[in-house]
């Protein structure tokens, strides 16, 4: 079984930066790309950042200059570093790890989410 875990949300005032860990577990040989999604109350969720495994990184637009993605392939490890939030950033933070390589197969996973909440 892989399991996606998320830490590093919280309570935050605006301005001020939080880092969000996933680790992913179990027996994995691979993974392609990770990602960061979120969803505010009443949105759709929506990509906020992602990495492929050789490096590449793409972001929303705003989140583009203060948002940074990264990753760790040996500890199939996905960070998320969030700098000058505002408190339009205030939503659930979902881990999403993509084409997984196990010994179960091959497959998409997605973390518990883990809230994010900036006060004005």
């Known amino acids: 079984q892989v399991q996606l875990v998320e830490s590093g949300g919280g309570l935050v005032q605006a301005g001020g930066s939080l880092r969000l860990s996933c680790a992913a577990s179990?027996?994995?040989?691979?993974?392609?790309?990770m990602a960061w999604y979120r969803q505010a109350p009443g949105k759709q969720r929506e990509l906020v950042a992602a990495i492929t495994r050789g490096g590449s990184t793409n972001y929303a637009d705003s989140v583009k200059g203060r948002f940074t993605i990264s990753r760790d392939n040996a500890k199939n490890t996905v960070y998320l570093q969030m700098n000058s939030l505002k408190p339009e950033d205030t939503a659930v933070y979902y881990c999403?790890?993509?084409?997984?390589?196990?010994?179960?197969?091959?497959?998409?996973?997605w973390g518990q989410g883990t809230q994010v909440t900036v006060s004005s």
């Open positions: 999403n790890a993509d084409n997984v390589r196990s010994g179960f197969g091959t497959y998409d996973y």
């Open positions: 179990g027996t994995i040989f691979s993974i392609n790309a």
